[in-house]
């Protein structure tokens, strides 16, 4: 007959299955922003699977390593099985926060902000880690103490206002030729703007600091 001995030895241990996982995760998420903590769930111990030579990982299809999240198991041996492991990525970065009620419309100083440690796994997309992408902006919106700042709640300043007389600055290879008009928009720095010239037509420019309309032939 079946002795138990053999038979116990072609069963796959569940642990091997959590430590591949976890060391699986641990090099997804080595590229990630911050300090990332991976805690790995429960497989059912009563699971049943043929032992594995070789455990193939994978995340499944419209899943990311983010939160909580899932890691596929797979066996391509003979007798094929996967299985599906729970984890939960937490990633602990410095996130930059408002440091008192601030208004719409306000300009964003160094002191309106506080560096504080948060899940980025557990807020929206576009939140912002370095205190610089926020300040001199302007908020589209008006923000409560402690409230993270994304990067949506924020519009770089105007450098070209409707209505004002540009510079227009046309540069090509080995000429430099400038003229006047009227911006008919306001404009960050890098932004498309439409100018009004003199003679009446319509010229597309790129914003620059100090009334300069940069116009590419």
Known sequence: GISAS??????QEIPPILKAV???VRGET?????QVSISVGAVDPRLNLPACPALELFIPAGSRLWGQATVGTRCNGPTPWTVYVPVSVKVMANVVHAAKPLA???PV???DLILQQADLAQLPAGILTEPALAIGKTLVTSIAPGQPLRQDMLRSPPVVLQGQSVKL???GRGFNVSSEGKALAAAAAGQVVQVRAHSGQIINGIARPDGIVEVRP
């Open 6 to 11: 053999s038979l116990g030895a072609e069963r």
């Open 22 to 24: 976890e060391n699986y």
């Open 30 to 34: 080595a590229g990630f922003p911050g």
């Open 104 to 106: 719409q419309g306000q």
């Open 109 to 111: 100083a160094a002191a």
């Open 169 to 171: 600055l046309a540069q």
